[in-house]
């Protein structure tokens, strides 16, 4: 079966732009979840949903926001992107307490 | 809030020889999961083995086993005959059993030498 997909793979983006990444997760899966990924900060917890209803946030700024769509796709966005924002986005879904399948991440880097 | 703890950035392993990956935790539940994750230059991170606080049996995914010391809070990783394809950073996560968050250690990155 198709694993997790993002999209895009990479991204440039210049200070002050927004930018939205995607995540269809497994069929099936309905809780989906973001990280952050960088060298200096490691993995780091954005956003879980389940059934379009976040039911946990990480300890982000208001500018990173996301959703979750009926067919369990899930956008994040980031607002007036930083240069600290460059970093790999990696989105996971999950069934149940099962472990978590992740996708190959989304590549953002801001100029 | 949960922390985990790799305390090996790096290590190197011969070929076919076994290598063992530390982590501990910091926790106050009794309900929660481990989990040992790979991520090879491909980015993508794959589940290695997943472990249940509950249980007593340590997990084993083929070359890949746990040793799970719940009193001590500890949680290493052995990879047995290691093979080329090992060569990634491997990373410890917890997630406690209300929660839906993981909580990823720093990583350590393992090399194979042939």
């Known amino acids: 079966k198709a694993g997790v997909t993002q999209t895009p793979r990479y991204l440039i983006k210049t200070r002050g732009q927004q930018v939205t990444l995607s995540c269809s997760p497994i069929?099936?899966?309905?809780?989906v979840s973001w990280y952050q990924q960088t060298p200096g900060q490691g993995l780091q917890f954005l956003f879980e949903?389940?059934?379009?209803?976040?039911?946990n946030k990480g300890n982000f700024p208001g500018r990173f926001s996301g959703r979750q769509f009926s067919n369990s796709r899930s956008e994040m966005n980031v607002s007036t992107l930083e240069l600290g924002d460059s970093a790999l986005y990696l989105c996971?879904?999950?069934f149940g307490q099962g472990g978590y399948t992740f996708g190959s991440g989304t590549r953002l880097t801001v100029v | 809030a949960q922390t985990v703890t790799q305390s090996q950035p790096e290590m190197s392993v011969q070929e076919a020889e076994t290598v063992t990956l530390s982590c501990t935790y910091d926790t106050s539940e009794s309900d929660y999961y481990l989990f040992w994750y790979k991520q090879p230059p491909s980015r993508q991170m794959i589940l290695v083995i997943r472990q249940e606080a509950y249980k007593q049996q340590n997990a084993t995914e083929n070359r890949f086993s746990v040793n799970f010391q719940k009193a001590a809070k500890s949680f290493s990783l052995k990879i047995s005959d290691s093979q080329l394809g090992d060569a990634a950073m491997y990373f410890c996560?917890?997630?406690?059993?209300?929660?839906?968050?993981?909580?990823f250690g720093a990583g350590t990155t393992v090399t194979v030498r042939a």
């Open positions: 996560a917890y997630r406690s059993g209300n929660d839906y968050k993981l909580s």
């Open positions: 949903y389940f059934s379009e209803t976040q039911r």
């Open positions: 069929s099936g899966h309905r809780s």
């Open positions: 996971a879904s999950s």
